[in-house]
């Protein structure tokens, strides 16, 4: 198993720019989130999805949007980047309410 | 929401030495996780611990449910352990784990 994987793993963008942060998972997991960390602080919780077709926001939504029409694919989209948006993001799934496994994180730069 | 406080927030060990994580949480919760993120970046999941104790190898989780805090443990530290711990916790199977502020660990050869 790949577990779950992110792509890219670093981008850079400027400001007013979109793009969409890649997630995918191998374990057949009904539970997929996405998390940014900030210097400092702990992981906060952006969009989480319990099933395909289903998603709900969690605790800092706002300039971000998500689908989830497979199991396997939970992507993140910025809709137009702000300097905010700087973060590292990290894709997380798992089954049931145990364990949790994180993908490697991609590094985002908005200018 | 439910709050989560760790400490300390900085820790710096000599290789060998034994430590003691906090986590406090300001409500009743059904999930409680600990994670270890590397100098890498990498987050790897070191315990499921809701209530009880656990170990694993060097590691090792308690967690007291009706008191509301979780303590971890780590023994004869190494320069592997290094990085920060979290810990994380869910209220009532909504699927949203509240992360604290981590305890940057530091273990010195």
């Known amino acids: 198993n790949a577990g779950v994987t992110q792509t890219p793993k670093f981008q850079v963008l400027k400001t007013g720019q979109s793009m969409t942060l890649q997630c995918a998972q191998d374990?057949?997991?009904?539970?997929m989130s996405w998390y940014r960390q900030d210097p400092g602080m702990g992981l906060r919780l952006i969009h989480y999805?319990?099933?395909?077709?289903?998603?709900d926001q969690g605790e800092v939504p706002n300039g971000y949007n998500v689908s989830r029409s497979t199991t396997e694919d939970f992507p993140l989209r910025l809709l137009s980047a702000a300097p905010s948006q700087t973060s590292v993001y990290f894709c997380?799934?798992?089954?049931?309410?145990?364990?949790?496994?994180f993908g490697p994180g991609t590094r985002l730069l908005v200018l | 929401g439910i709050q989560v406080e760790q400490s300390p927030p900085d820790l710096i060990l000599q290789e060998g030495a034994n430590s003691t994580l906090r986590c406090n949480f300001s409500?009743?919760?059904?999930?409680l996780q600990w994670f270890h993120q590397n100098p890498w970046g990498q987050l790897i999941n070191l315990f499921y611990i809701p209530s009880g104790t656990k170990q694993n190898g060097r590691l090792s989780a308690t967690t007291v449910a009706t008191e509301r805090y979780s303590l971890l443990y780590i023994s004869s530290s190494q320069t592997t352990d290094s990085g920060v711990y979290f810990c994380?916790?869910?209220?009532?199977?909504?699927?949203?784990?509240?992360f604290g502020a981590g305890t940057t660990v530091t273990v010195r050869a």
């Open positions: 994380a916790v869910e209220q009532g199977g909504d699927y949203k784990l509240s």
């Open positions: 999805s319990v099933g395909a077709g289903i998603t």
């Open positions: 997380a799934s798992r089954t049931g309410g145990l364990t949790q496994y």
């Open positions: 409500d009743s919760v059904n999930n």
């Open positions: 374990m057949n997991h009904e539970y």
